[in-house]
């Protein structure tokens, strides 16, 4: 075997190992309760429900890809780290300041950095449009279109 098939070799073991490794397995799903979910104006759920929910929602979409490390340990961090932030499927669960402030760091997210670039390359169409970004932002601030948001 030549050197290049020794290489390949390896790579393809240390590949197969990384698939034993007992980490990221978890592909959860809590039980979403319907009356806990935000309930905001159908133009801006389906925008949530587009580009947000498969992180900040009970309701992941887990792709294929996302149970082949090391993929897999890298989406459930993401998924874990984005209920953790801000979770969509109890948000009638926060209080009225809670609501408040995610709704600021939404407005301050939704024109950068959310969702971020390598979901979107991975996920044609979840990119926000300018006009789904206006809508957000619309609906964010209360309907003034307008709000302060101090960096943190
Ligand atoms: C691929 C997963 C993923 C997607 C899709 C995603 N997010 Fe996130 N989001 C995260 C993660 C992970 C964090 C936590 C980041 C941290 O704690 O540093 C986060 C944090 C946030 C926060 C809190 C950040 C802050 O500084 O206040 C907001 C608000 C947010 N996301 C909004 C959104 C919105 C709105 C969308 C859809 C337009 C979206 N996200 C799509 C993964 C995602």
């Known amino acids: 075997m030549g050197i290049f098939?020794?290489?390949?070799?390896i790579i393809i073991l240390v590949?197969?190992?990384?698939?034993?490794?007992?980490?990221?397995?978890?592909k959860t799903n809590p039980k979403a309760?319907?009356?806990l979910e935000i309930n905001a104006p159908k133009n801006v759920m389906v925008i949530f429900k587009k580009s947000c929910y498969d992180c900040h929602s009970n309701q992941t979409k887990w792709p294929w890809w996302s149970y082949v490390a090391p993929a897999s340990w890298t989406i459930s961090d993401d998924v874990k780290g984005g209920r953790a932030a801000l979770n969509f499927s109890i948000?009638?669960?926060?209080?009225?300041?809670?609501?408040?402030?995610?709704?600021k760091g939404i407005y301050r997210t939704v024109a950068g950095p959310m969702p971020f670039p390598?979901?979107?390359?991975?996920?044609?169409?979840?990119?926000?449009t300018k006009e789904e970004i206006k809508t957000v932002r619309k609906w964010a601030s209360n309907g003034k279109g307008f709000m302060k948001t101090s960096i943190r």
Not at 5 to 9: I, K, P, T
Not at 91 to 103: D, G, I, L, R
């Open 5 to 9: 098939g020794r290489v390949l070799g």
């Open 15 to 26: 590949f197969v190992v990384f698939q034993f490794v007992p980490y990221g397995k978890e």
């Open 33 to 35: 309760d319907k009356s």
């Open 91 to 103: 948000w009638n669960t926060y209080s009225p300041k809670k609501q408040q402030q995610e709704k």
């Open 118 to 128: 390598q979901y979107t390359w991975l996920h044609k169409g979840t990119k926000l």
